[in-house]
């Protein structure tokens, strides 16, 4: 039973560039949770999708970032136009509905040059 | 403004000795608590909960105590094993909101 799966594993975007990260929720979650972890901090939330549906997203920035999570396939997490201070882990975390408990993936690290 | 916060940043402990990792939180909202554990490089892994209407929550070695009027909780490890060797983060949530709020880790070294 495959866990929460993230690709890639590591992202090196240049400024300006565009980054895609991708998620797969664990078998069975419909509910899917963006996280970013920067250098000495705790994970901050950014947002929340179930399937074709944007139900939370006050974590996120309101310019460059976007997200969704699609009917068929991954969920995926756009920064567009990345700066330096993109650089983080991003993790992706899922869950069954109703429940309280997230199984998050081994994240995805942006390092942005 | 922190919601979550794990006052120390670092804890050592011998093997075989119990582990306390603390956790204060000010939001009176949140009435579930989480605690994962991270090893570098990896995602957090869930390790155990505890709902606001209860003040105890054990398994196996772990066992954590929520005290609601002092806004705090604690994870205990018993006995404390080298492989323990990770950030422990404290997590709260609101029932029905089901975004999770994270402090910032703590880093517990148990040495044999």
């Known amino acids: 039973n495959a866990g929460v799966m993230q690709n890639p594993r590591h992202l090196v975007r240049r400024r300006g560039q565009e980054a895609r990260l991708r998620c797969s929720p664990m078998k069975g979650h419909s509910h899917v949770y963006w996280y970013r972890q920067l250098p000495e901090e705790g994970l901050k939330f950014m947002v929340y999708?179930?399937?074709?549906?944007?139900?939370?997203e006050s974590g996120m920035p309101k310019e460059r970032f976007s997200a969704e999570f699609p009917k068929e396939g991954p969920s995926i997490l756009r920064i567009q136009q990345v700066v330096r201070g993109d650089s983080a882990a991003y993790f992706c975390a899922s869950s069954p509905p109703m429940v309280a408990e997230q199984y998050f993936g081994p994240g995805t690290r942006l390092t942005v040059t | 403004d922190q919601q979550v916060k794990q006052n120390s940043p670092s804890l050592s402990v011998q093997e075989g000795r119990i582990s306390i990792l603390n956790c204060d939180y000010t939001?009176?909202?949140?009435?579930?608590f989480l605690w994962y554990k991270k090893y570098p490089a990896e995602g957090p892994t869930f390790l155990i909960s505890?709902?606001?209407?209860?003040d105890k929550n054990e398994d196996g070695r772990f066992t954590v105590f929520l005290n609601k009027s002092a806004k705090h909780l604690s994870l205990h490890i018993v006995p404390s094993q080298p492989g323990d060797s990770a950030v422990y983060f404290c997590?709260?949530?609101?029932?029905?909101?089901?975004?999770?709020?994270f402090g910032k880790g703590t880093m517990l070294l148990v040495s044999p």
């Open positions: 997590a709260a949530s609101v029932t029905g909101y089901s975004t999770l709020t």
């Open positions: 939001n009176s909202m949140f009435d579930y």
């Open positions: 999708l179930q399937k074709e549906n944007i139900i939370d």
């Open positions: 505890i709902s606001s209407i209860k």
